[in-house]
């Protein structure tokens, strides 16, 4: 009964209609969400996703899971790496149907690089360093990526590459401030880290504080902001981040303790990530991952309570449905998008703008 409640859920027609003025007094738009649930072959828990484009779908999670699509979603081919069954990737990145990069949480930290379309696994990165924990990663193309880890000894670690992963180098603590007491980045999607262009780079925090660290030249030298998200316990902070472009991003984040509180759990940037605002109008509750739709020009959140979308930059959310998931992304040229979350549940969302 519980799963035919959620594929009826899951398959409505959701239109959502968010009435706040924009800066100019007219109406946003209003959009349909149809969503789709797929059949992943997995009961893994899903938290790394990655849309290269409509067709092509690369996900990640426990038990040392990988799956990916070549067919929109019609089907999927679930894998595991050899001897990782007890390892968490929480985080992967795909650039086709063949290349991809996949990374672990916890400690041992393990980053791996398939060319042949998942078969075979080489290991590029391995840190077996006591308190070791990479949260995310993010390429700005297929041969510049940037990784960044939990604190160890109070400096959080950063790794970069700029040959394809042959060789990763640990960026230097000098040019990072270091973390606060109870300051930690979050493994929830994969997103806490974001790039724009060929420099630019973001990665979040939470717990104790909150905040942004942003770099200009590739990573090698960070500022940190402090941002007006919900902080101060272990479970708070920010999540995830998605920019539109080099001066536009959100974040989104919350108290995973308490998933259907909307308190101070959504923030926008207009400049670059120097400064951020509270969204006057937040998501439904806490969420784990957020993504920028390009052809479409909307964010889109989600979280274990259900998703939501912003169609003004982050300044006001309006919710689309109360399906949780973990992890969400857009297909780069199309109003596509896929969703992944617990029990190895992803779903197709197609988006449609209402006339």
Not at 6 to 26: F, Q, R, V
Not at 251 to 265: F, L
Request: aromatic fraction near 10%; hydrophobic fraction near 35%; charge should be negative.
């Amino acid at each position: 009964m519980k799963k035919i409640i959620l594929i009826l859920l899951c398959s409505l027609n959701l239109s959502c209609t968010d009435n706040t003025k924009t800066e100019t007094g007219n109406t946003p738009p209003s959009y349909t969400f149809q969503w789709t649930p797929q059949s992943s072959g997995t009961q893994a828990s899903l938290r790394g996703l990655s849309v290269v484009d409509t067709a092509v779908v690369w996900a990640s999670g426990s038990q040392g899971t990988f799956l990916r699509t070549m067919d929109s979603g019609s089907s999927w081919k679930t894998g595991t790496l050899p001897d990782a069954d007890t390892i968490d990737f929480r985080d992967i990145a795909a650039f086709d149907a063949q290349t991809a990069y996949i990374l672990s949480a916890g400690t041992p930290a393990l980053l791996y690089k398939t060319m042949d379309s998942g078969d075979t696994w080489v290991l590029q990165y391995e840190n077996h360093t006591p308190g070791i924990f990479f949260d995310a990663f993010a390429f700005w193309d297929e041969n510049h990526g940037l990784a960044m880890s939990d604190p160890v000894d109070g400096h959080f670690v950063l790794i970069r590459t700029t040959n394809g992963g042959d060789t990763w180098e640990e960026i230097p603590m000098s040019g990072i401030p270091m973390a606060e007491e109870g300051e930690a980045g979050f493994a929830g999607s994969g997103t806490g880290v974001a790039v724009q262009g060929q420099q630019l780079a973001w990665f979040a925090t939470g717990g104790k504080s909150s905040r942004v660290f942003r770099s200009t030249d590739g990573g090698t030298n960070w500022q940190a902001v402090q941002v007006p998200l919900v902080q101060g316990e272990a479970s708070t902070g920010i999540f995830s981040l998605a920019f539109a472009d080099s001066l536009h991003g959100i974040a989104v984040g919350g108290d995973y303790v308490q998933p259907t509180s909307a308190e101070k759990n959504a923030g926008f940037t207009t400049d670059g990530g120097i400064t951020w605002q509270l969204a006057d109008t937040p998501p439904a509750g806490y969420r784990s991952g957020a993504a920028y739709a390009p052809a479409l020009q909307l964010y889109m959140s989600v979280g274990t309570t259900g998703s939501d979308y912003s169609a003004d930059g982050g300044k006001h959310w309006s919710a689309t449905d109360t399906v949780g998931y973990h992890a969400i992304q857009f297909a780069p040229d199309a109003a596509v998008g896929f969703a992944a979350g617990g029990d190895g549940t992803i779903a197709k969302v197609r988006v449609m703008k209402n006339k």
